[in-house]
């Protein structure tokens, strides 16, 4: 076991890779809920994203086109979900189901000619200020873009929903869907929209895995991800914010269980992979304490005759 | 103009022949989907839904119907409970996983045992196996209010995770030359779950299934308990104020549906499966969650959607073998049974009305 061979600032580097698929899963997932739906198909759209991404960033040879369909597949996938909550009335819960068990069968049923093939590789960008920075140039630095892209989502979403009027009218459709139908606003309209951004970031963050993180495409390579998301964002209370620190303490432990891997520490793998599951069942556990931030609206089936 | 109107009361037989409906348009549009990967529609819907029944080699697939039925039902049986409830119970693959992994114990810690009492031990170990990984989100939901779909779900990760590690570590077979996996239970006779009958491919789950299913019905519509579960599923505040208790609903229906899907699991890895493998499970703990909602979360309404999914899966593998048609189109086939469901069920709640437009 040789425990110095990982290094702080290269581990720091790393967790920001890791906790980027995240990052817009979860931020996407926060509009969603804030908007007072619970869409439970995360995990399905990002992997319905991960491979739309893959397929056109392959055929196209750009990792840009990629991301792009990436988005358009998870908000395609998502609309499905729309249809059915928002226009069939169905039960968000188990059309949320439904829609990852179904994304599961599209995904590796488009992805049958893809297994075994590299992907275009995503540029890096050095920003030069940032890179010459002693001690954290190394973290902040030469990522790709999409990474940056995320962390500007996370202010935009934080600002948009705080600020502007088009975020005033989300929390009120989320809060409480009868009051906002009163004033006017379209609350149906407002939640297929926002239920198709959340579907659009979550395909982008299935899409980082398969193009950046990992770089390949596998049947199932999310692997809990989309849920881990859910997750975050009742870590987060629902707050834009601290969806970046959840993200990070994900990205984290991910990051050190492999490199306490690659270090040979005496626990078996299998039980050092158990550990980002584990942390987010603690942190749920420790967050629910502090109950009551939910939009109050969450889950509940709108209809304008009741 | 169409406008829908909320019904009073959901429409009885829209809710029955919601399934049937949902069934026949996946066979529509599933026929399409299976044109476009250019395979003959019609041979395809026929390979799945009759070839296992009635085809050539039927005499080889049905037994099969049955081993796939059985776990099937006993975990969807559970988890309908629950989801009357508004508990939701998603992790029933990992305490299906769990419950294998405890009745492969016991087996193997006693191996080679010769004794009648070996395979109840195993039955009993399973069912708590499964009964305890269900208690964990059922305890903190209780205790800290912690989202149990989130924590049930976490934890099939987790034990996925310890099956491998249990396949490659601590179970291994000691005269397997090294290869990961447990000894082949099937060839230890006092732990094997045998087929009953010959032929029929009835084993002790589907026996257990069949008893749940009845035990459930009885619950359900002659228990004080059955009815307390769909009081707080249609009327949570109601519920309460007739004295409900809703965290011990929640530890019943969280346990009752874990010690069922580690009874499957059980009886799956002493039976058809046989060993302790990284791939030990094939997600019947979630194709189950379609089967509930199927079956109306009804029992006997569950046996019947159990019986037609375990006919999906054989006839998609027999499409699969001959004519080339990618497991992948089976998975999604079963997914959109579920959103066709979910969409037809719109009817049973909400009426279809004509209206003219009017100036107000």
Known sequence: ?306 | MLRLEKRAQPSKQWAALAPVLAVLITMVVGGGLFALLGKNPFEVIRTIFWDPLFGEFAFYYRPQLLIKAGPLILIAIGLSLGFRAGIWNIGAEGQYIIGALCGAGVALTFYPLDAWFLFPMMILAGALGGWAWAMIPALLKVRFGTNEILVSLMLVYVAEKLLAAMALGPMRNPEGHGFPGSRNLQQYESAHNAELFTGSGLHWGGITALLAVICAYILLNRHILGFNIRLLGQAPRAARFAGVNPNRLTVFCLGISGALAGLAGMYEISGPSGQVSIDFNVGYGFTAIIVAFLGRLHPVGILLAGLLMALTYIGGEIAQSNMNLPAAAIQMFQGMMLFFLLAVDLMANYRLRLTRAEVS
């Open chain 1, 1 to 306: 076991m040789d425990l110095s061979s990982i290094k702080p600032a290269l581990l720091l580097a790393s967790l920001m890779i890791a906790a980027t698929p995240v990052i817009y899963a979860a931020i996407g997932e926060l509009v969603v809920e804030r908007a007072g739906v619970l869409n439970l198909g995360v995990e399905g759209m990002m992997i319905t994203g991960a491979i739309c991404g893959f397929i056109a960033a392959v055929n196209t040879d750009s990792p840009m086109l990629g991301f792009m369909a990436a988005a358009v597949g998870g908000a395609l996938l998502s609309l499905l979900f729309a249809l059915l909550t928002q226009y069939a009335l169905a039960n968000q819960v188990a059309s949320g189901l439904a829609l990852t068990l179904f994304g599961l069968g599209v995904s590796s049923l488009l992805g049958q000619g893809y297994v075994g093939i590299k992907p275009p590789s995503t540029p890096k960008l050095d920003i030069p200020v940032l890179s010459d920075l002693p001690g954290i140039g190394t973290v902040l630095s030469a990522h790709d873009i999409m990474i940056y892209l995320g962390l500007l989502l996370v202010a935009a979403v934080w600002a948009v929903l705080k600020y502007t009027r088009i975020g005033l009218i989300l929390r009120a459709v989320g809060e409480n869907h009868d009051a906002a139908h009163a004033l006017g606003y379209k609350v149906v309209r407002v939640r297929v929209l926002a239920i198709m951004f959340g579907g659009a970031c979550a395909g982008l963050g299935g899409a980082y895995i398969s193009l950046v993180r990992v770089p390949q495409w596998t049947e199932g390579m999310t692997a809990g991800v989309g849920w881990i998301a859910l997750a975050l964002v009742v870590f987060a209370s629902w707050r834009a914010g601290r969806v970046l620190l959840g993200a990070w303490l994900f990205g984290g432990v991910t990051v050190l269980q492999l490199n306490l891997q690659a270090a040979g520490v005496a626990i078996p793998v299998e039980y050092l992979s158990m550990s980002p599951y584990l942390i987010t069942i603690v942190v749920l556990v420790i967050m629910s304490s502090d109950k009551n931030k939910a939009p109050a609206s969450l889950g509940k089936i709108f209809h304008a005759s009741s």
